[in-house]
Nanobody, 124 residues
Framework: DVQLQASGGGSLQPGGSLTLSCKISGVSADYYSISWLRQAPGKEREGVAC?????????NYGDFVKGRFTISRDNQKNSVYLQMNNLKPDDTATYYCATKGRDCDWSDFRGYYWGQGTQVTVSS
């Protein structure tokens, strides 16, 4: 089975930057589109970014990202990354990498394989 492990979270001030990493194991990442999802206490889960499995490496971002985040992947390392810039207090959440196979579909989070999350806290 596919296994995912997110890392790289931390606490930082507004305006700061952070890069999250997702290590995929148990399968070859080549065949999986990978999403970053997040959930803050008391809030719904939401999609942050997704990168497709194919050679096009198409990307989708949540509307709130507004050009601040960049998702990338290195299939040689079975890893996906999320570079986050200009972080805001509203970005405070637990961030998860997850996959639903070849889809970047956030309309239904059922069917996703989730890894353990990594906490990002943005405050002054």
């Amino acid at each position: 089975d596919v296994q995912l492990q997110a890392s790289g979270g931390g606490s930082l001030q507004p305006g700061g930057s952070l890069t999250l990493s997702c290590k995929i194991s148990g399968v070859s990442a080549d065949y999986y589109s990978i999403s970053w999802l997040r959930q803050a206490p008391g809030k719904e889960r939401e999609g942050v970014a997704c990168i497709s499995h194919d050679e096009h490496r198409s990307t989708n971002y949540g509307d709130f990202v507004k050009g601040r985040f960049t998702i990338s992947r290195d299939n040689q390392k079975n890893s996906v990354y999320l570079q986050m810039n200009n972080l805001k207090p509203d970005d405070t959440a637990t961030y998860y990498c997850a996959t639903k196979g070849r889809d970047c579909d956030w309309s239904d989070f059922r069917g996703y394989y989730w890894g353990q999350g990594t906490q990002v806290t943005v405050s002054s």
